[in-house]
């Protein structure tokens, strides 16, 4: 079972690409923005597989 909440380095994993690139994605609004709990940032593992999967349909 995938956890709930994912970093940003688990983020670039996700996607394949560097942490610089999810900043830059971040920037253009290409990703949801992550929700923050003690000055972490943390994105919902769902939300962005679920984007990952949209993104390579297309």
């Known amino acids: 079972m ?3 909440f994912i970093n940003k380095r688990q983020v ?3 996607f394949g690409v560097s942490k610089s690139t ?3 994605w ?3 609004g290409k990703l ?3 929700k923050r709990r003690f ?3 943390r994105w919902h593992y769902e939300e962005l597989a679920a984007l990952l999967k949209s993104k390579t349909k297309s």
């Open 22 to 24: 999810i900043e830059r």
């Open 32 to 34: 949801p923005k992550p």
């Open 39 to 41: 000055g972490w940032a």
């Open 12 to 14: 670039a994993q996700l």
């Open 2 to 4: 995938p956890p709930k």
């Open 26 to 28: 971040l920037q253009d």
